[in-house]
């Protein structure tokens, strides 16, 4: 079994590529007769095809730069920035796409570029562009949101200032993403951690216990658990 962490971008990315997998099936077992006339004209109805296209080529690029351990950092920080390239042709077409941001966003975060990851995150939870995602791959890309806020190393007074909003933003967007999906462990665990942190002992270990109910071998939360006993 996956750990919670490694689950969650696994689920993110699953969320990319069921989206390059129905676009496929749609493309090869039978193409909607709406979209056959979009392809042989122009329109709205071609853009959103061709987005189609660019975020199914993305989604493959981001897939291999995942699965390219033994080719090197350097290989797969070249196809994430060839899956990024694809994500921009996607986003261009069908700026209302969600999936086409988090793609973006998950190709910029191979390559180590978090800041920019978390613009496109942003765009990709805009109330208007949210609304093309399910109650859980919204709750996966609020998570994922939240870590990125999190990670971010605080220096300065001025990085500290930040860094105290962060905080704020990353506990209301996991607080959203646990209200989507009552059964997110990884999101259930940090939103008890942020809770320890300010405290709030009684809150912390029930977000630890339901954490340890959807995920029973979630170490991180039985730690926490045994921290708070």
């Not at 496109?120 to 562009?129: G, I, N």
Request: charged share 30%.
């Amino acid at each position: 079994m996956l750990p919670p962490g490694m689950a969650q971008d696994v689920a993110l990315q699953v969320v990319v590529l069921l989206v390059a997998v129905a676009v496929m099936w749609v493309m090869w077992f039978g193409v909607p007769r709406s979209v056959a006339q979009a392809l042989k004209g122009g329109g709205p109805g071609r853009a959103r095809v061709d987005a189609r296209r660019h975020f199914v080529k993305g989604a493959q690029l981001l897939g291999r730069a995942r699965a390219s351990g033994g080719g090197g950092v350097g290989a797969s920080k070249a196809m994430a920035r060839e899956a990024e390239a694809e994500a921009d042709r996607a986003i261009a077409l069908d700026p209302a796409d969600a999936a086409c941001h988090i793609l973006k966003a998950l190709a910029l975060e191979r390559q180590g570029n978090s800041a920019a990851a978390l613009a496109s995150l942003d765009a990709a939870l805009e109330p208007r562009v949210a609304r093309s995602l399910g109650a859980w791959e919204k709750s996966d890309a609020l998570l994922k949101r939240a870590e990125l806020l999190l990670a971010e190393e605080d220096n300065s007074k001025k990085r500290r200032r930040r860094g105290a909003a962060a905080e704020v933003a990353a506990e209301a967007d996991l607080k959203e993403a646990v209200e989507l999906n009552g059964k997110n462990a990884k999101a259930l665990c940090m939103l008890a951690t942020c809770y320890e942190k300010k405290g709030m002992a009684v809150e912390a270990r029930r977000a630890f216990q339901q954490a340890l109910e959807a995920e029973p071998r979630f170490s991180e939360a039985k730690a926490g658990l045994d921290r708070l006993s």
